[in-house]
């Protein structure tokens, strides 16, 4: 039991960081909206398909620069997920020497979990402690749940899983990406909400920030079939809509991309 006056200092540190503060996204508009804060754990999620992964590794590489990040990619090879981000640097078909010249560059910066075989829960969490108090990771990705050991049907595990991670973030002082698939509706034009996140409801309950990545498939097909009069072709290619954010300032709200499909680069021109 404590006294309000002990906690002084926290209260002090609220407002010089924890709602003021914080690390940029690569992107001008997002800043008024959202930062990335150390303790917490944010879940990107979204239909097959839709750049939830690609929008991340983006993010990614413009946070490494700040601050040491761990990504666990169990959907894709670490060349695979090391290829994308070259790409996303601006070429879509780099040389050798380009590509020795960015990995060097990462080197120190970037750490790469690469599990034999199946992975589990536990050997998660052992490894975000080890990359966190042995390496002075900050950034840790795990992309996705449905790969980190926990059968879909099995929530209750999902939920002690996404409690642990939360836990984690708070008590080692990082933030943690947990990518989450969402479940199939009977279309993919809507974004996902929370509420359509697979598995336990839970996950997005421990969440501190939840995006939603969204392909804007509506406006794909309408310039397929040439219908170029129809409004939706105006609207922007992608959109990433922040559906929670319970620290910070609060602020729920959406972003419009475009999207450069020969480098995977979000961009916020279309």
């Known amino acids: 039991i404590k006294s309000p006056y002990d906690y002084l200092d926290d209260v ?11 690390m940029s996204l690569p992107f ?13 754990l944010s879940v990107i999620t979204g239909f097959s398909g839709h750049g939830k992964s690609a929008w991340l590794n983006q993010v990614m590489l413009h946070l490494m620069k700040q601050e040491k990040t761990m990504i666990a990619s169990f959907e894709m090879l670490p060349k695979a997920t090391l290829a994308r981000m070259t790409q996303q640097t601006g070429e879509a078909l780099p040389n050798e020497d380009y590509i020795e010249d960015f990995l060097k560059q990462l080197v120190g910066n970037l750490y790469l979990y690469d599990p034999e075989n199946e992975t589990t829960t536990k050997k998660v969490l052992e490894v975000i402690y080890y990359c966190a108090e042995k390496l002075n990771v900050k950034l840790i990705v795990l992309d996705s749940l449905m790969k980190c050991g926990i059968n879909e049907d099995d ?15 708070r008590d080692l002082d990082i933030h943690i990406f947990l ?3 969402s479940r199939k509706t ?14 336990s409801g ?10 939603s990545i969204h392909r804007n498939k509506a406006r794909e097909e309408a310039i397929l079939n040439n219908d170029l009069d ?14 929670k954010q319970r620290h910070g300032k609060g602020i729920e709200t959406k972003w419009g991309f475009g999207f450069k499909p020969e480098t995977f680069q979000y961009t916020e021109n279309w």
């Open 186 to 199: 009977s279309t993919d034009h809507e974004y996902a909400r929370k509420l359509d996140v697979a598995g």
């Open 230 to 243: 129809n409004d939706i072709v105006s609207a922007p290619p992608c959109t990433v809509w922040l559906v």
């Open 155 to 169: 929530l209750n595990g999902q939920k002690a899983f996404a409690n642990r991670l939360a836990v984690a973030a």
């Open 12 to 22: 002090k540190k609220h407002f010089s960081e924890d709602l003021l503060g914080g």
């Open 202 to 211: 839970n996950l997005t309950n421990m969440a501190d920030n939840v995006f």
């Open 179 to 181: 990518v989450a698939h």
């Open 28 to 40: 001008k508009g997002t800043d008024e909206s959202f930062k990335v804060r150390m303790g917490e």
